[in-house]
């Protein structure tokens, strides 16, 4: 256990930074905890940090401490709206790296008006559980190398991104996928979130864009969401990717809030 003194500009109890365990830390004054920060490795291997306070003083403290144990660089979310969180980490050295819209999207077929909207010819869709995992695979890998020679992967979703070693999480329980008889060609993650079930990817061979079958795999997706009696599920999009944001758009989808992802090199 480690510790270090610092004094609070709030004219209360000195405050005394703890390292409580392995990348957790914890603010006391007078024997109270005042404060908390903790470091999670992400599956890429990024280091994510948070930071819970209600004084900013007790929060640059902390951040201090923790930027003093840890190697560079260092990631953060926060809601854009925040602008008072935002402000303690920018205090801190952190710079926004990209923002994701999170949108709120009905399942409901009457209101995304996919009910009708079935896969191009030759392609079918497998159901969410249902993929076999070699073919499942084989797509993750190829959609990878597409994406990395193209707009690469700062784009993408935390949870998909190649992990240091190389390997990449993939688990067939979370896909749907579009199938013809040779191979896959599409996909989307839903991540099943109990209150809200989260859309975390929608992806198409290259070779296959511009033939519905990512409006196809959404449809199958809400569907079975609605037929569950789940009425939104959410989904986060890069600002960049505006092909993706005129998809859910198109479905009656509605941007509820943004996060920003921050950085300190």
């Given at each position: 256990?480690?510790?270090a003194h610092?004094?609070?500009d709030?004219g209360e109890?000195?405050?005394?930074i703890?390292r409580?365990?392995?990348?957790h830390?914890?603010?006391?004054?007078?024997d109270?905890?005042?404060?908390?920060?903790?470091a999670?490795?992400?599956?890429?291997?990024?280091?994510?940090l948070?930071?819970d306070?209600?004084?900013?003083?007790?929060f640059?403290?902390?951040?201090?401490?923790?930027?003093a144990?840890?190697?560079?660089?260092?990631?953060?979310?926060?809601d854009?709206?925040?602008?008072?969180?935002?402000?303690?980490w920018e205090?801190a050295g952190f710079?926004?790296?990209r923002?994701e819209?999170?949108y709120?999207v009905?399942?409901?077929?009457?209101?995304?008006g996919?009910?009708?909207?079935?896969?191009p010819?030759?392609v079918?869709i497998?159901?969410?559980?249902?993929?076999?995992?070699?073919?499942?695979r084989e797509l993750?890998?190829?959609?990878?190398?597409e994406?990395?020679?193209?707009v690469?992967?700062?784009a993408?979703?935390?949870?998909?991104?190649?992990r240091p070693?190389?390997?990449?999480?993939?688990?067939p329980?979370?896909?749907?996928?579009?199938?013809q008889?040779?191979r896959y060609?599409?996909?989307?993650?839903?991540a099943?979130v109990?209150?809200?079930p989260?859309?975390?990817l929608?992806?198409v061979?290259?070779?296959?864009h511009?033939r519905g079958?990512?409006?196809?795999?959404?449809a199958?997706?809400?569907?079975?969401?609605h037929?569950r009696?789940?009425?939104?599920?959410?989904?986060d999009v890069?600002?960049?990717n505006g092909?993706a944001m005129a998809?859910?758009?198109?479905?009656?989808?509605?941007?509820?809030?943004?996060?920003?992802?921050?950085?300190?090199?």
């Open positions: 256990m480690d510790s610092f004094t609070s709030t109890q000195p405050v005394v703890t409580v365990a392995q990348r830390w914890h603010a006391l004054a007078d109270r905890v005042v404060g908390r920060g903790n999670a490795d992400r599956p890429d291997g990024r280091i994510f948070s930071i306070s209600w004084h900013g003083a007790v640059d403290q902390l951040a201090d401490a923790m930027l144990d840890l190697p560079t660089p260092l990631y953060t979310v926060v854009e709206a925040d602008l008072d969180l935002t402000s303690h205090r710079t926004s790296r923002r819209w999170e709120v009905p399942t409901d077929p009457r209101v995304t996919l009910g009708s909207v079935l896969p010819a030759g079918t497998v159901a969410l559980g249902d993929a076999a995992e070699r073919p499942l993750d890998r190829a959609i990878r190398d994406v990395a020679a193209t690469g992967w700062q993408m979703p935390a949870e998909v991104l190649p070693d190389g390997t990449t999480p993939l688990d329980l979370k896909y749907a996928v579009a199938a008889p040779d060609v599409g996909l989307v993650r839903l099943p109990t209150r809200q989260r859309i975390g929608i992806a061979r290259a070779d296959q511009r079958i990512a409006r196809a795999l959404l199958h997706v809400l569907g079975s969401l037929r009696g789940v009425e939104t599920a959410s989904a890069h600002e960049s092909a998809l859910f758009e198109g479905v009656g989808a509605r941007r509820a809030s943004s996060n920003l992802e921050l950085v300190r090199r």
